[in-house]
C-alpha cells in the first residue's frame, strides 16, 4: 500500500522537491549579501537613537536594493498559497479522483482495508504536505531573519512593514505553517469526499480555505487570550494625529497593538481633535498638538499583546487548524467506512 501511494504521489513529490530546490538556491544566493549588509548597518550594538536611524536606513538601503523587496514578497506570498496548493491539488483527488474514475470498485474491495488504505493515504501525503510548507517557512525566516530585527526595532517602509504579529508575518513564520497545512490538505481530501466532483471540490477547498486565512487573523487571533489594556499619555504612544490612534505601546516593544483610541479627561472616547487643538495643528506656524492634548486631559486607552504571548498565540493557532484537521480526517474515515461500494 505504501508503494502504491507513493507510485501515485511521485510526480506532486518531484514537483514540490523541485520547487523547494529552487527556493533554497534563490535564498542561499541572496542569503549572505543580506547577512553581510544588516552587519554593516550598525544595527547591533546600538544605543539610543541610533536604535531607529539604523533600521530605518537598512531598511531603506534593502528596498533600494534589487532582488531583497522581491524576495522578501515572493516569500510570503509563496508560504501563504502553498497549503491552498497542497490542498486542492493533493488533497481534493484523493478520493474524488477514486469516485469518478470509478476505480474505488476495484481499490475498496481488495484484501486491504478502506480504512487502511485511507491512514496510509492520509498520513503519507498530508505529512509531506506539511513537510514542504514547514521546510518553506524555515528557509524563509533564516533569509528574513535580519528584516525581521530591523521591523522589530520599531523600523519599517512601504515594502518592509509590520513586526511578527502582522498578519502575514505571524501565518508565514514559526510552527502556524504546520497547522494551516494540515488544515487545508485534510480540508480538501473531505471535500472531495463530500462533493465527489475533484473540479468543484477544488474550488470550495480554495473557498474555505481563503476565508479561514482572512478570519484568523480579523475576527479569531485577536481573542485567543485576553489581551491587555492600559491608558497611556498623548506624548507616549507616537500618536497619529489624524486618526487619534497610538502607533506604540508605552513599555512594551514587540507589543502586538491590537487597537487604540482617545479617551478625554472623563473617559470617554473622541475621534477628533477638539477646536482648540485643531488651531495649534493646523495654524501659519504648525506645531505638534500632543501639548494641548495633554492640557486638557486627553489620554490613549490601549488594546493589547505582550511581545512574550508570541509563541503561546502560535501554538493555540496551530492546536486549532491541527484540531480541524483531524475532525476533518475524522469525517473522511466515518464517511468512507458507511459508503456502499
Known sequence: MIWLTWRQFRVQALTAATALAAFAILLAATGPHLASLYAASGITGCHGGSCVAAPVAFLNQLQATSPYP????????????????????????????????????????????????????????????????????LMYAWWADPIGKATGLGASTSVFNGGRFSSLIFATHGITPLGYAAFAFALGTAAGALIRRTVPAMAVTLAIFAAAQIAMPLGVRPHLIPPDRTIATIESVDLDFGSLTATVVPGQPGAWLI????????????????????????GPK????????????????????????????????????????LALAGFCFWWLGRRRT
Not at 81 to 92: E, S
Not at 262 to 276: E, M, R, T, Y
Not at 301 to 325: H, V
Request: with cysteine; proline share 7%.
Open 259 to 282: 487597537s487604540s483610541g482617545a479617551i478625554n479627561a472623563a473617559g470617554q472616547p473622541v475621534s477628533n481633535l477638539p477646536a482648540a487643538c485643531q488651531a495649534a495643528f493646523s
Open 70 to 137: 522581491i524576495v522578501y514578497l515572493l516569500g510570503i506570498a509563496l508560504i501563504l498559497v502553498a497549503p491552498a496548493i497542497t490542498g486542492i491539488f493533493w488533497g481534493a483527488p484523493l478520493i474524488a479522483r477514486e469516485l469518478e474514475t470509478r476505480t474505488f470498485t476495484l481499490a475498496w474491495n481488495q484484501s486491504i482495508t478502506r480504512t487502511r488504505w485511507l491512514v496510509v493515504k492520509l498520513t503519507l501525503t498530508g505529512l509531506a504536505a506539511m513537510a514542504v510548507i514547514e521546510a518553506l517557512s
Open 286 to 325: 504648525p506645531s505638534s498638538p500632543g501639548p494641548c492634548l495633554e492640557s486638557r486631559g486627553y489620554r490613549e486607552a490601549i488594546t493589547y499583546e505582550p511581545a512574550s504571548r508570541y509563541w503561546p498565540l502560535q501554538w493555540i493557532e496551530t492546536g486549532i487548524f491541527l484540531a480541524l484537521a
